[in-house]
């Protein structure tokens, strides 16, 4: 708040005298590591409030969070409000993405009993394994996730003396030492598929276009450009390392695309951001991730339309979930 103009009464000015000079001794032994330690605490402390996977809540939730904030995002929101009932939440503690897919895939699984997916599901599974073991994968790195998340598949299919109930579900995805474990299955498989399209996700990794690779094609010679692509390949795998794999680093396009096509299954995600609208209205965005393959009827030039039956909200750095009316 900015000082009012004119002359200190005779009492503020001694005040304001007598103050002692701020010692910034302390603050100059303050580095860019402390800084980001202390942030880093702070959103751990925020994000502990909240459980891993939220309780079902009506969209109207949603309206009420924004409701002192932009007009633009309420007029998103009651647009929202026409396909949508409810939202489910999940923490922001950077694993958000994963969190949201796992549990409304699950929960997708649960209601449907859909066996015929799950075993496309499992098939899908047993070649990603293949895939981080021609990488170079130890079994040992992997497998206690691969196992873990298989058992949760077979888990929500009733019939068996494993099977669980919503509650059930619900209870275990905010069991640490269970929604941690498949967050990191669906990390090692997004890794895995990105280094095995390395060529694919390179552009976008390192923010190229197509037209510039082709640029590069032409204007290098042979020797030049495959140093470029055993560079362009070391990056990927620098990528999956620091971005992909640890826990807590969030996810992006390329994360969505590589688990949409690694285990074959749709994703749409739907956009609620301060964007501008067009001239006919307030608009909500959204993209579907379809999978390049895992054998959907797209994947094998088919015209038909494939809908996904997981949706995500996505507001600037975190995922939900959204229910359809």
Excluded at 112 to 129: L, P, T
């Amino acid at each position: 708040m900015q000082n009012k103009d004119g002359p200190l009464a005779d009492g503020e000015s001694e005040a304001a005298t007598s103050n002692p000079t701020p010692d910034f001794d302390d603050w100059a032994k303050f580095g860019d590591d402390d800084i980001m330690q202390q942030q880093t605490a702070i959103r751990a402390e925020e994000a502990e409030k909240t459980p891993f996977v939220g309780d079902k809540e009506p969209l109207s939730s949603l309206a009420a969070e924004y409701q002192s904030g932009s007009p633009i995002l309420l007029e998103k929101i009651k647009v929202l409000g026409e396909k949508y009932a409810a939202i489910r939440r999940t923490r922001g503690d950077g694993n958000c993405f994963f969190r949201s897919f796992m549990f409304s895939y699950l929960e997708h699984i649960l209601e449907s009993q859909d066996r015929a997916e799950v075993d496309r599901a499992k098939s899908n599974v047993e070649q990603c394994r293949k895939t981080l073991q021609s990488l170079g994968y130890a079994d040992f790195t992997f497998e206690d996730f691969f196992a873990l998340f298989l058992e949760q598949l077979e888990s929500v299919l009733q019939g068996n003396g494993t099977s669980i109930s919503q509650e059930e579900l619900l209870l275990r995805s905010r069991d640490q030492s269970i929604s941690d474990y498949v967050v990191m299955f669906f990390r090692f498989v997004t890794s895995g598929e990105i280094r095995k399209r390395s060529e694919f996700f390179e552009p976008f990794i390192m923010g190229l276009t197509n037209a510039t690779v082709e640029q590069l094609v032409f204007s290098l010679e042979v020797a030049a450009l495959a140093a470029v692509f055993l560079k362009c390949f070391h990056f990927v795998n620098m990528f999956c390392k620091s971005s992909v794999e640890p826990m807590g680093e969030e996810s992006d396009h390329v994360h969505i695309t590589a688990l949409s096509d690694a285990l074959g299954v749709p994703i749409r995600v739907v956009y609620l951001d301060r964007s501008s609208c067009d001239s006919a209205g307030v608009s909500v965005n959204h993209h579907d991730f379809i999978p390049a393959v895992g054998g959907l009827p797209n994947a094998s030039g088919s015209t038909e339309t494939v809908s996904p039956f997981i949706t995500l909200l996505y507001r600037p750095g975190h995922y939900d979930i959204l229910y359809s009316k």
